[in-house]
């Protein structure tokens, strides 16, 4: 592939999104991703198979140019982000979206300008700030990140990368393509810990996105305190969220076992591994480095590393 990723040249981007249900502010999001400063950018869609009209306004929206629209079965998030990426030709950065956000207009500019400074022979993910707002676009408040944390054992636990607010570059994108994960919670955690295994992670404290909080979301990035314990209930102890987490892990390790280094491989062990060990056990709860970002959600962890649930 020829290296576009020159100084003064402007490298091929993929915006990929998958909606479903998301007539109610499809649109608006659709007119950000348009209305971008960069001008060399291509829109990837597919609609995972929506009962309410997001394929009526995707197909309005597909007469303008730069727009290439799927149309699948319902086969959730995850599956159907993945299969769209696949679709994805000779872009050099690959930007991940989600249906109900609005994206500031120069977002895709200034990460272009960032990930072209950065190695083309690793893994590399991107990711900007962003501010919440509520489903009217009312400001709510400002998300906090704490750089310092981010890295290998931050990426096993906490999806402190969220889809809207990702880039990816084309190394990346090639490893995701060429092992694509059967057991992914999601697309964006595992480009994470990816590009944290073997890369390198970006954060960029300029703000992207207005991350709009409905009852809808997926994440529960910006939630309330009780709606916060709702949600750790709910997919936590009767979805059996870690479970998931611990499938992720374990198909990682299998996929990439000759590839990590030793630290990395010994740390995903302490979680993979299904015989009990003691060791294992107290290494865990008294692990030195946090896991997570909020002190709050890496004292529930521990908790459930005591509980014997990871």
Same mark, same amino acid.
């Given at each position: ?16 999104? /998958? ?30 198979? &929506? ?23 319902? %086969?959730?998030?995850?599956? &159907? ?30 990460? %272009? ?21 509520? /489903? ?13 944390? #981010? ?16 880039? =990816?570059? $084309? ?29 390198? %992670?970006?954060?960029?404290? $300029?703000?992207? %996105?207005?991350? $709009? ?13 009780? $709606?916060?314990?709702?949600? +750790?209930?709910?997919? =936590? ?5 870690? /479970? ?21 491989? +010994? ?12 060791? /294992? ?19 529930? #962890? ?9």
């Amino acid at each position: 592939m020829q290296d576009n990723t020159g100084k003064n040249s402007k490298p091929k981007v993929a915006i990929v999104l /998958s909606t479903y249900n998301g007539e109610k502010y499809l649109r608006e999001l659709l007119e950000s991703l348009l209305n971008q400063t960069y001008p060399n950018i291509k829109i990837y869609i597919r609609d995972d198979g &929506s009962k309410d009209r997001t394929k009526e306004i995707l197909r309005e929206y597909c007469k303008k140019k730069n727009i290439e629209l799927f149309f699948g079965e319902n %086969v959730g998030f995850v599956n &159907s982000f993945f299969s769209l990426l696949k679709k994805c030709t000779d872009e050099e950065y690959f930007f991940f979206c989600d249906q109900d956000d609005i994206w500031l207009p120069d977002k895709v500019q200034n990460a %272009v300008e960032v990930l072209k400074q950065r190695k083309n022979n690793i893994p590399i993910l991107y990711f900007c700030n962003y501010d919440f707002y509520d /489903s009217n676009m009312n400001f709510i408040g400002h998300n906090k990140v704490n750089p310092s944390l #981010l890295g290998f054992e931050n990426s096993l636990f906490d999806s402190v990368v969220f889809g809207f607010s990702v880039a =990816i570059n $084309r190394k990346c994108y090639d490893m995701l393509i060429e092992k694509t994960p059967k057991h992914s919670c999601s697309h964006d955690m595992y480009a994470y810990l990816l590009s944290t295994a073997f890369g390198e %992670v970006v954060f960029d404290e $300029r703000i992207g %996105v207005k991350y $709009r909080r409905h009852s809808g979301n997926v994440s529960p990035s910006g939630m309330g305190f009780l $709606r916060l314990q709702i949600w +750790r209930i709910k997919n =936590i102890y009767l979805n059996d969220y870690f /479970s998931k987490v611990k499938s992720q892990l374990k198909e990682f390790e299998n996929l990439y076992k000759d590839d990590l280094d030793i630290g990395k491989s +010994r740390m995903l062990k302490l979680f993979t591994e299904d015989k009990f060990n003691i060791k /294992s056990y107290l290494i865990k709860i008294f692990y030195p480095k946090r896991f997570r970002q909020k002190l709050p959600d890496e004292l529930f #962890l521990r908790a459930m590393f005591v509980l014997k649930k990871l």
